[in-house]
């Protein structure tokens, strides 16, 4: 599979839900790789050796808690899905490149909650928090 099929795939079975769109998962792939090249580049290549696996859940939650490079991706790849945004390895956070992004993020779609920024949104606040 391609890298960004394959990155598609490792974010439905991170986040347990399919089918993302492919886009976002682009998007997502470009983003993280900015900042995490080889940590993703790994977080990827470890979702390979264990898609054959029975259970490739179990294997990838076993490999990445072993790991602590993993875990981290693992986690800002989750935070990106879920709320469109992350944290760079020098712990400031990374907002949607978009307002409408937040739109794409699972947060939303799952349960109909906006997400928090803890970075400032481009283009400044959303309709829900109008700046005084």
Do not use: C, K
């Not at 898609?51 to 790991?67: G, M, S």
């Not at 949104?121 to 309709?127: A, E, L, S």
């Amino acid at each position: 599979m391609p890298h960004a099929a394959d990155f598609r795939a490792l974010s439905e079975l991170l986040t347990g839900q399919t089918p993302l769109d492919q886009a976002t998962a682009d998007a997502h792939r470009i983003r993280l790789e900015t900042h995490y090249p080889a940590a993703v580049a790994r977080l990827i290549d470890t979702y390979r050796t264990v898609a054959a696996e029975i259970d490739p859940a179990a294997a990838l939650f076993a490999a990445v808690n072993a790991d602590p490079e993993l875990a981290r991706i693992a986690r800002e790849t989750l935070a990106i899905w879920y709320s469109a945004q992350f944290t760079r390895p020098d712990n400031t956070q990374v907002g949607p490149e978009t307002p409408a992004r937040y739109r794409d993020a699972l947060i939303w779609q799952v349960i109909r909650a906006h997400p928090l920024s803890a970075a400032p949104v481009p283009g400044g606040y959303g309709y829900w928090a109008q700046h005084p």
